[in-house]
């Protein structure tokens, strides 16, 4: 299953960028013409987690349409299945402008702790 | 006193496969910088790609090493070396029991047992599927996949990475046509669907029908002069 890859890609890109602190979300882009299954990758990611800082983190997943830009007509549109044709002159011969992401976004930190100040004299 | 607890948002913007990219590019600088030309070779289990390795060995006047992908064991590359060819075979299954597919990792680890000065093309024959090695780039300059007649005229349509990838698809065991129920034209409309215009070569790793315009589409690849960025 290479969602436990692709899991295990994603984490070690959030333990990269958190430097220790605790993961509490990761937001990750993934475009249709990826052969993702959300479940499944939600699923990997939980295992892959599971003992490090990423550890109960929520996976967001933000679904990219696919989207193609005409070279006939230079419209750019939002395509639903295949044919990846445009949508008004349903040419072919067509540029991949969105749908083929598999980003971590972003992710949410837990800093330290922070001490608010008590009025000790 | 008061404790609170500071969140903090992260703009990251990372490729989730830019580290298996990272080393894909470097194994293509290899192969670049010892004039290799490097063919991924993908299809479903079965679909007859060591059949068709094999088929054009003896004939294709080209200096060529094998890189066998497998879940386990040697039965492929043992088939090759038969045909005295430099061949190294990588098993994925120390990776989580069993990786499905070859990434860039794994073709660079084994990249030190392959001849590269004393080779013009590399085969990577991956492992059989028609999901996973289609994501993971491993520094190849062509991809050509393997569908076999006999696996139905829907797989374009089921497998859209994969077809959409290609840049040479191999229809074969074409000599199994008279037997089944297969639809020549529906499998063309649906590859057209998802990869207009792809190249394809009708083939029987049997028979040997369309080998000489397999061997002859390595041979023009292996001589192609690439143009480096």
Known sequence: MHELSLADAVVAIARDHARGRRVTSVEVKVGALRQVVPDALVFAFELVAAGTNVEGAELEIEHVPARVRCARCDLESDVKAFPLACDRCRGLDVEITGGDELLVESIELDEEPLTVASSRR | ?229
């Open chain 2, 1 to 229: 006193m008061d404790v609170a607890v500071h969140r903090t948002k992260v703009r990251i913007v990372e490729g989730v496969l830019d580290a298996n990219d990272t080393i894909a590019r470097a194994n293509r600088g290899d192969f670049d910088r010892a004039g290799v030309t490097v063919v991924n070779l993908m299809s479903a289990p079965g679909a007859g790609k060591t059949s068709l390795l094999e088929s054009m060995l003896a004939d294709l006047g080209v200096r060529v090493g094998v890189l066998e992908g497998d879940v386990q064991g040697s039965v492929d590359a043992d088939r090759i070396a038969g045909h005295h060819v430099p061949v190294t075979q990588i098993n994925t299954d120390p990776g989580f029991g069993g990786e499905c597919h070859l990434d860039a990792n794994m073709v660079r680890s084994a990249l030190p047992s392959v001849p590269l000065e004393a080779i013009e093309l590399l085969v990577i024959e991956n492992v059989g599927n028609l999901v996973c090695p289609a994501e993971f780039r491993v520094g190849e300059d062509y991809r050509v996949m393997v569908s076999a007649v006999t696996e139905g005229e829907d797989k374009p349509l089921k497998y859209p990475l994969m077809f959409r990838t290609a840049d040479l698809v191999l229809v074969n065991k074409i000599d199994l046509l008279p037997h089944l129920t297969f639809d020549l034209d529906r499998f063309l409309y649906h590859l057209e669907a998802v990869n207009p215009r792809v190249e394809r070569i009708f083939v029987s790793a049997r028979t040997g029908e369309g080998v000489e315009d397999w061997c002859d589409w390595l041979r023009r690849a292996a001589t192609r002069v690439r143009v480096r960025a």
